[in-house]
C-alpha cells in the first residue's frame, strides 16, 4: 500500500468512527461513543503520521485535471485545508472534555468539532481521488 492510499483509507476509517460515534451518542450509549471517537482521534493521527512522511518523501503532488474539475478541487482543497488546521486543536480540546466527564463543555464544542472533522476526512478522500485517480 501506497502512503497516498494509507492516508486516504485512514481518512475514510477516521470518518466511519465518527459517523458510529455519533450513532451511538444519539442512543446514549456512551462507553461505545467514547471508543469510537478515541479511535478516530488515534486513526486521525495516523494519518497526519502518514501524511507528513508521504510528502517529506515525496514532495507536493500537483493537481492536472481539467478546468471545471480544476475548480472543484481546488476549492475543496481551500476549504479541506483551512479547517484540517483547526481539527487537531477542536478535537483534543473536545476529547479532553469528554474523557474529564464535563459534558456540558463537550457538547458544547463537539457541536463544531463533529461537523469540521468529518468534513476534513471526508474530503481528504475525495481530494485524494482527484489527484490520484481521476486523470
Given at each position: 500500500m501506497t502512503l497516498p492510499v494509507l492516508t486516504a483509507t485512514l481518512n475514510a476509517i477516521s470518518a466511519a468512527w465518527l459517523t458510529a460515534g455519533y450513532l451511538f451518542i444519539r442512543q446514549k450509549r456512551v462507553g461505545a461513543h467514547r471508543f469510537c471517537m478515541v479511535s478516530a482521534f488515534i486513526t486521525s493521527v495516523a494519518f497526519l503520521a502518514s501524511y507528513l512522511a508521504n510528502h517529506l518523501m515525496h514532495g507536493v503532488k500537483h493537481y492536472h485535471g481539467p478546468g471545471a474539475?480544476?475548480?472543484?478541487?481546488?476549492?475543496?482543497?481551500?476549504?479541506?485545508?483551512?479547517?484540517a488546521a483547526v481539527?487537531?486543536?477542536?478535537?483534543?480540546?473536545?476529547l479532553l472534555h469528554g474523557t474529564r466527564m464535563h459534558v456540558?463543555?463537550?457538547?458544547?464544542?463537539?457541536?463544531?468539532?463533529?461537523?469540521?472533522?468529518f468534513y476534513v476526512s471526508v474530503t481528504g478522500v475525495i481530494i485524494y481521488v482527484m489527484l490520484y485517480r481521476l486523470h
Open positions: 474539475l480544476r475548480f472543484t478541487y481546488f476549492s475543496i482543497l481551500t476549504t479541506h485545508t483551512i479547517l481539527v487537531p486543536v477542536l478535537a483534543s480540546i473536545t456540558e463543555k463537550h457538547r458544547k464544542i463537539a457541536r463544531w468539532t463533529l461537523p469540521v472533522w
